[in-house]
């Protein structure tokens, strides 16, 4: 079956420090991913999307993830966190099981705290 | 402004009670989605509607009902029948009902049981 595992549900970096978000996926073929943010008691918004081409996909405030097949890893990175990071994160994968929807399957979530 | 307004942000049911969350968008969206948010479990699928008069259950539709009868909305009841309603509730939507639609959330609903 297919699932998304987001390594660490805490993730703490100083500002300024790299923001790295580890998210793996089981597929048998190459699904599209997404990443969202989520603030409190917010909705999610959209960071970025893979679906083809570009294993590099950059993405909104300064966020950006690589998609690598042969780890069956789609990391999000920002090579210097703001305070204003500070929030939920996560990853999400195509539900393949059901091809003709836009179904998606989530990770956990990450929770990014960013200190002083 | 176009976008997705989930109302009420806050709902308390008490025990035995039905209650009604509110889901309606105005982007002109073919599809619409209910998640259910816990604390550290990710959102899960409640029901989804790929077009008007149709729906799917997800993976936790026990306990819960929708309708879609009309395109911009999507509303969502909570049954007696539930008996853990506690939750954030997210409602969504994507343009097409294809496979890698990007989905668009509202702000949620919080229910609490009295």
């Known amino acids: 079956a297919q699932s998304v595992t987001q390594l660490g549900s805490h993730v703490s970096v100083s500002e300024g420090a790299l923001v790295l978000l580890r998210c793996n996926y089981s597929s048998s073929v190459p699904p599209y991913l997404f990443w969202y943010v989520q603030y409190p008691n917010q909705g999610l918004q959209l960071l970025l999307k ?6 590099l996909v950059k993405g909104i405030n300064g966020f950006e993830a690589e ?3 042969s780890e069956t890893s789609f990391h999000l990175t920002k090579p210097s966190a703001h ?11 195509s539900d393949l099981r059901s091809s003709n929807t836009g179904k ?10 960013v200190k002083p | ?21 509110s889901c309606e968008q105005n982007l002109n969206h073919d599809a619409m989605y209910w998640y259910r948010q816990d604390p550290g479990q990710g959102l899960r699928l409640i ?8 729906f799917q ?5 026990e306990g819960y009902s929708v309708s879609r009868e009309k395109k911009e909305s999507f509303p969502l009841t909570v049954t007696s029948a539930q008996k853990n309603p506690t939750a954030f509730y997210l409602c969504a939507s994507s343009p097409n009902r294809g ?8 702000p949620g609903t919080r229910l609490l049981v009295l």
């Open chain 1, 50 to 55: 893979y679906t083809t081409g570009a294993t």
């Open chain 1, 67 to 69: 998609f690598k097949k």
């Open chain 1, 83 to 93: 305070m204003s990071d500070a929030a939920e994160y996560f990853c999400a994968v």
């Open chain 1, 104 to 113: 998606l399957i989530f990770g956990q979530g990450t929770t990014l705290q």
């Open chain 2, 1 to 21: 402004d176009g976008g997705i307004t989930q109302s009420p942000k806050y709902l308390f049911r008490k025990e035995g009670q039905n209650v009604t969350l």
């Open chain 2, 47 to 54: 029901y989804y509607s790929q077009i008007v008069n149709d």
């Open chain 2, 57 to 61: 259950k997800g993976d936790i539709a």
């Open chain 2, 99 to 106: 496979l890698g639609e990007t989905q668009y959330f509202g």
